[in-house]
């Protein structure tokens, strides 16, 4: 469907002839004329100036051209068919730990064993993919806690950052409590009417670093309603070679403080999980995606495509043409002139 977005604009159009019958006409100069003892010689270059007037093709480029920029001024616009398009209105932030032990080489994707932060990279890129409708952040912290994206709706721009962060970015420790005060201080940055506001914390360690206390900021995220999934990842037993030769099993998640992140999930009402090797990852994720559901599509968004530039462009192309062809006719004129200047020297 084609519609015009200021179509008050069209009042403009007979602007030029509005002006042209209010202000009085140029003065020729008086002294100016060509005298003749009669007219009668005249008669037929009268008339042929009235049809050449008709036919002027200056005097109609001239009008298309403002016909053009009236339409343009309009903005004339394409209105596509109604969408489908899901808006959830939750806010949803993915805190990934990436301190030194996320290097840890205990989950296995595909058919290679890989660290803790590219299996979690794999899981969580799928997740996002699945948010549609959702505003997304991304919070990376280590010893530090950071903002690497702010809520938005452009997953793909959250998965791109996401991908790009490596182990030792944020430092070597685990700021559990400042990764959630950052998100907490988000949160309550954001109108009340937002929705839902729901953070998503990946860790493998224990708070080691920061100002705040996770206890503490789970507390101030109960204040503002936001409701905190921990994932705890990490497998549980790891076979590693021995200093005397041979094989031993040791627990590589031996430093996850599970009661921490545990109380932390129960006091802002979300759920803590314990993921050990990818699969179990993958289905906590979908878990999730069950807890804090994407909402249905609901009708009603139509797109619309701003089309002003086609009828813009023209208006400037006939111009352009209006100036190019008189400049040529004058350049012409000039040179017959020289000719005809250069021809009556030469016969006297």
């Known amino acids: 469907m084609w519609s015009l977005a200021w179509p008050w604009v069209l009042l403009a159009l007979p602007l030029p002839w509005i ?203 109960q204040q503002v309603g936001l409701r905190i999934y921990t994932i705890g990842i990490g497998a549980e037993q790891l076979e590693v070679s021995s200093l005397i030769g041979g094989r031993r099993r040791i627990n590589p998640s031996a430093d996850l403080d599970e009661d921490t992140l545990t109380r932390i999930a129960e006091l802002t009402g979300g759920r803590y999980f314990r993921a050990t090797d990818t699969a179990s990852l993958q289905d906590i994720y979908r878990l999730v995606d069950e807890l804090e559901p994407v909402e249905e599509p609901e009708s009603g968004f139509r797109p619309v495509k701003s089309l002003y530039f086609w009828p813009l462009g023209g208006a400037f192309v006939l111009v352009a043409m209006m100036c190019a062809i008189s400049l040529l006719q004058r350049l012409t004129r000039s040179r017959a002139a020289a000719l005809r200047a250069g021809g009556a020297t030469n016969a006297g």
Do not use: C
């Open 19 to 221: 002006v042209r019958a209010l202000l009085p006409e140029a003065r020729g100069l008086s002294q100016a004329g060509l005298r003749v003892p009669t007219l009668t010689s005249f008669e037929t270059l009268k008339d042929r100036s009235a049809a050449e007037q008709l036919f002027n093709w200056r005097f109609w480029l001239a009008v298309l051209a403002w016909l053009l920029l009236v339409l343009a001024a309009a903005r004339p616009e394409r209105i596509g068919d109604e969408l489908d398009v899901p808006v959830s209105g939750r806010n949803l932030m993915l805190a990934v730990d990436l301190s030194g032990s996320m290097d840890q080489k205990d989950f296995e994707l595909g058919s290679r064993r890989v660290d803790r932060l590219t299996a979690t990279k794999a899981v969580a890129s799928d997740f996002i993919e699945r948010r549609e409708g959702d505003r997304i952040g991304l919070i990376l912290f280590g010893e530090r806690a950071y903002l690497q994206v702010p809520l938005t709706l452009d997953r793909k721009t959250v998965n791109v950052l996401l991908m790009e962060a490596f182990i030792g970015l944020a430092g070597e420790k685990t700021a559990i409590g400042d990764a959630i005060t950052l998100a907490v201080r988000r949160v309550h940055e954001q109108p009340k009417e937002k929705g839902d506001q729901v953070l998503v914390l990946l860790t493998d360690g224990a708070n080691t670093a920061g100002e705040v206390e996770p206890l503490k900021a789970a507390e101030l995220a």
